[in-house]
């Protein structure tokens, strides 16, 4: 089974700051990554799909990147709305996995 | 309007069963990949089981061998039997869209239901 690592789990960071959470995957998965958004009692939402593919509707702040083991989020300037926890999922190979989280606070 | 509603929820005693149902409206559901995908309060999503065009069915570890995911596509219709229910399959159970075609695609995830929330207690 595919293992997907996600680091930090927790962080916390400025308005304005420039943030990047990082998911490795214990083998392979081209780029069959997917990035969500979970807001508390919210229904997880979709940010990126395809590594790089920004999901029509969410800010271009946001962006991924990655290949193979390595894959990133980034936001480039955070805003008081982007303060949540983060998932990283590979569909590549059954069973799929999700990385643990990264609850992202504001500092 | 694109919408998948879960239904079938509810408090279950240790050992027992329950089965979920998931109704979808807004797109061809014959032409997708479907998931379950489950969060325990408090805790991060973990994706139990997904089924494809063909109907061929994949399950996590944790439930393999006691719940069988099935697709009805002229109801339109997703289900997870759950049986041998645990404590720890206590959680919010989310229906998803997978992919489109017999192929495949990095398109999916997109589409999540509201969820519905079993509860494993005595």
């Known amino acids: 089974d595919i293992q997907m690592t996600q680091s930090p789990s927790a962080m916390s960071a400025f308005v304005g700051d420039r943030v990047t959470i990082t998911c490795r995957a214990s083998?392979?998965?081209?780029?069959?990554l997917a990035w969500f958004q979970q807001k508390p009692g919210k229904v997880p939402q979709r940010l990126i799909y395809a590594s790089s593919s920004l999901q029509s509707g969410v800010p271009s702040r946001f962006s991924g990147s990655g290949s193979g083991t390595e894959f990133t989020l980034t936001i480039s300037s955070l805003q008081p709305e982007d303060f949540a926890t983060y998932y990283c999922l590979q569909h590549s190979t059954y069973p799929f996995s999700f990385g643990q989280g990264t609850k992202l606070e504001i500092k | 309007e694109v919408q998948l509603v879960e239904s079938g929820g509810g408090l279950v005693q240790p050992g027992g069963a329950l089965r979920l149902s998931c109704a979808v409206s807004?797109?061809?559901?014959?032409?997708?990949?479907m998931h379950w995908v489950r969060q325990a309060t408090g805790k991060g999503l973990e994706w139990v089981s997904g089924i494809v065009i063909a109907g061929d069915t994949y399950y996590s570890g944790s439930v393999k061998g006691r719940f069988t995911m099935s697709r009805e596509n002229a109801k339109n219709s997703l289900y997870l039997q759950m049986n041998s229910l645990r404590a720890e399959d206590t959680a919010v159970y989310y229906c998803?869209?997978?992919?489109?075609?017999?192929?495949?695609?990095?398109?999916?995830?997109?589409?999540w239901g509201q969820g519905t929330m079993v509860t494993v207690s005595s």
């Open positions: 083998q392979g998965i081209s780029t069959s």
């Open positions: 807004g797109f061809t559901f014959s032409s997708y990949d």
């Open positions: 998803v869209r997978g992919s489109w075609g017999y192929y495949g695609s990095d398109d999916a995830f997109d589409i």
